[in-house]
């Protein structure tokens, strides 16, 4: 009688065939963002890979790129701003979609996640569309709009994955001893989906910052985005600053995901 515990030959070639598939699927993802960080420490004027020689001095250009840190302090700015709207709203509606089990709340689950549904493209486009026919102009507060919309299912989906995971006893008696609805959720509900809210924000406020397809028909001369002006920086001229841009982002991001599974477990809160 075969011993079960051993491998057979059909558990052996479908880990082999899945560890290779991946392996080359971290490949595809890794190797452009390894390509990018070390172009980025190029000596030369133009982005060749590999480098000719390496050095610093695009990252040193950097301090001098003004229109670049005006374009990544209207980012940021932005991304706060995206970032506590869409916490406010997302915890609102998975506290509301989260309690209920009638069909207007699977209705509205589906409204705030239909931003994800469509291509960016066409969302982008339709909501300037919308703007001019209700005769609004491009501004930071449009722009903002847009971005929200693309953010708060991020923070809903996060928030409904850690209101799941909360006891409703707990709530029954919270209420049973007397406490009220805003004492119970400071008490209760928020110390159990902090984490899911928090993992929400930084996927929003990532999101908000690296959009290319709303920002691209929302963005006006005035609010020019990071990722826009790098765009057109590859577009014009491939100017090696935007490597550089792309090292220090790469990085930030990195760090910031680094805190975030310290802080929140973001792994556990994306299952």
């Known amino acids: 009688m075969p011993d079960p515990r051993r491998p057979t030959w059909g558990t052996f070639s479908f880990g082999l065939v ?4 991946s392996t080359a699927a971290l490949l595809l993802l890794a190797a452009p963002t390894l390509v990018v960080l070390v172009t980025s420490f190029t000596d030369g004027y133009s982005l060749k890979f590999p480098p000719p020689s390496y050095s610093l001095r695009w990252y040193v250009s950097l301090l001098d790129a003004w229109q670049l840190q005006d374009a990544a302090l209207t980012s940021l700015q932005l991304g706060v701003v995206v970032t506590g709207v869409s916490v406010v709203l997302g915890t609102a509606a998975a506290l509301a979609i989260g309690r209920s089990r009638k069909g207007w709340a699977r209705g509205l689950d589906a409204l705030f996640m239909s931003p994800l549904v469509l291509p960016a493209l066409a969302f982008g486009l339709a909501s300037l ?4 026919t209700a005769g609004i102009e491009l501004s930071f507060l449009t722009l903002a709009v847009g971005h929200i919309v693309v953010s708060v299912p991020y923070v809903l989906r996060t928030t409904l994955a850690s209101l799941a995971q909360l006891d409703p006893a707990l709530l029954e008696s919270s209420e049973s001893l007397g406490a009220g609805r805003l004492y119970t959720f400071r008490r209760v509900t928020l110390p159990t989906i902090r984490n899911g809210i928090g993992a929400g924000a930084f996927i929003a406020f990532m999101s908000s910052f690296d959009n290319i397809p ?6 006006d001369a005035r609010n020019e985005v990071l990722p826009i002006r790098m765009w057109q920086i590859l577009e014009n001229s491939l ?5 550089a841009v792309s090292g220090v982002l790469i990085v930030v991001t990195v760090f910031a995901m680094v805190v975030m599974e310290r802080v929140a477990g973001l792994s556990r809160q994306l299952r």
């Open 18 to 21: 899945m560890g290779t598939l």
């Open 129 to 132: 569309m919308f703007f001019s």
């Open 214 to 219: 709303v920002s691209l028909f929302m963005a």
């Open 239 to 243: 100017d090696v600053r935007a490597a």
